[in-house]
């Protein structure tokens, strides 16, 4: 691993998070997710291996998803389970009231709901689901936050805790590079850099997992980590 790869850059800051930055960018970036995502975050197979199985089509099963950004995600998992004639009802929350505001502004999606909350919120309100998701979350986040969600997770699910996040890995870096500069007029292309400088090794995420996670390479470049109760 190349030596500016050897350690996680938490101390890189991705230009989206700031409070101040140029909004019309962050909206582009929120829209040109989805087709960021479909090319790289692998979640239709997680869909069909971890989730599709324990879905009925007559008892609607629930999914939290946490971060969920211009929610390209809990819209395309709502979609896969109708188009498979399944039952799930999805709650999507972020923490960054932009998200919030730039989903409610798009068309309704049947079985998707967005909601500007943390997970502690959901935990406290005495919440439960059957399943809790994040995608490109992990990295973002504190040890301490980590530690947190994660135990918020435990509390809040009764089937599984999938969350997806990128690997951090020198071929990952200079791909997304390249690949990524087709995306004008938005952050996808240097937010995206840092978060892959900030992101996790398979062998440092297990460590920083508690007992009962379990952390599964992914192709193309990715971590899932996992927890069933």
Not at 31 to 56: C, D, M, T
Not at 80 to 87: K, Q
Not at 134 to 144: G, Q, R, W
């Amino acid at each position: 691993m190349g030596r500016f790869l050897a350690r996680r850059d938490t101390a890189a800051a991705e230009l989206m998070d700031d409070p101040a930055c140029d909004l019309q960018q962050l909206r582009n970036t929120y829209a040109q997710f989805k087709v960021v995502n479909a090319v790289v975050s692998g979640w239709h197979g997680v869909y069909q291996r971890e989730i599709r199985p324990y879905l009925h089509p007559d008892s609607p099963r629930t999914l939290l998803d946490v971060g969920c950004g211009g929610g390209d995600v809990p819209r395309a998992l709502a979609s896969w389970a109708r188009r498979d004639g399944l039952a799930l009802d999805v709650l999507a929350i972020d923490a960054d009231d932009r998200a919030i505001a730039f989903n409610h502004e798009q068309p309704e999606h049947l079985g998707v709901r967005f909601r500007q909350a943390l997970s502690s919120d959901l935990v406290h309100e005495g919440q439960r689901f059957d399943f809790v998701t994040s995608n490109h979350l992990l990295h973002h986040l504190t040890p301490d936050e980590l530690a947190a969600l994660l135990r918020d997770s435990e509390r809040l699910c009764t089937v599984r805790a999938l969350h997806s996040d990128l690997e951090r890995h020198p071929w990952a870096y200079h791909l997304f590079s390249v690949a990524a500069r087709p995306f004008p007029q938005s952050f996808i292309r240097e937010d995206g850099l840092t978060s892959i400088r900030r992101s996790y090794t398979w062998a440092e995420l297990q460590g920083s997992a508690p007992p009962g996670w379990q952390v599964h390479p992914l192709v193309p470049f990715r971590l899932l980590l996992t927890y069933a109760p």
